[in-house]
């Protein structure tokens, strides 16, 4: 594609050539494109689906450079079920579920918003739920260089649901530690305090 002079342009012209796939899409399944809910289809799955991936453009550790604070706090700080909704890489169907993060300040707190922030950029592409819960981890870790830091992430995934194996109730847990959370006992502590019986 040629450059874009702007991110508006840009978004112009992407939104009409994801519409145009979709309108291919929508006429292979065998739908008549011409009907009249189905008009403005197109376009609208073209916009919802460049929402759902609209962390490819943003940059996540930018955000939480953004907001980071000097302060001697050096306990833990956990932020808790953070609702997520992420697509699998495999069908481009939906996976979604909480996730739990904990740090541990180095001298720097961050402002607490930016961390769901830091879910959704990475969570809003294409994903497995393995890649997501490091994307944070690793992201934290080289940003804020904490003490330590901990993700977890439960899930469901919709094309082990609506297709596939069919399995409505399964959930799916990822985790990753990094620094203090290595130590049994402290990630013990976390692993309590978010309340589940993962421990
Ligand atoms: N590890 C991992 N696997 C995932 C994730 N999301 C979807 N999958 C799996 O990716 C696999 C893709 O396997 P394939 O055999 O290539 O695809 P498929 O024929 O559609 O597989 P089925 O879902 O078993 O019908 C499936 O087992 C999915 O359950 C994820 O976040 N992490
Ligand atoms: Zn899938």
């Known amino acids: ?61 930018e955000i939480l450079r953004s907001a980071m604070f000097a302060e001697s706090y050096d306990d833990m700080v956990i932020i808790k079920d953070i609702e997520m909704y992420s697509l ?23 402002g607490l918003s930016k961390i769901p922030r830091v879910v959704d950029v990475f969570a809003r592409r294409l994903q497995v739920q393995e890649r997501l819960t490091h994307d944070i981890l690793e992201c934290i870790n080289n940003t804020l260089k904490p003490k330590g830091v901990a993700v977890v992430i439960e899930a469901s995934h919709m094309c082990m649901m609506m297709r596939g194996v069919q399995k409505q109730n399964s959930v799916t847990t990822t985790s990753g530690f990094r620094g203090q959370f290595e130590k049994i006992e402290t990630r013990n502590e976390f692993l309590k305090l978010i309340s589940t019986d993962l421990s």
Request: aromatic residues 10%.
């Open 88 to 110: 699998c890489e495999h069908h481009m169907l939906p996976f979604f579920g909480k996730a739990h993060i904990a740090y541990i300040p180095n001298g720097h707190i961050v």
């Open 1 to 61: 594609m040629a450059p874009y002079r702007n991110l508006e342009e840009y978004n112009i012209e992407i939104t009409n050539e994801v519409k145009d796939h979709f309108a291919k899409i929508v006429g292979d399944i065998g739908e008549d494109i011409t009907r009249e809910g189905l008009v403005k289809t197109p376009e609208r799955a073209a916009k919802a689906m460049l929402f759902l991936t609209q962390g490819y453009q943003q940059d996540a550790e």
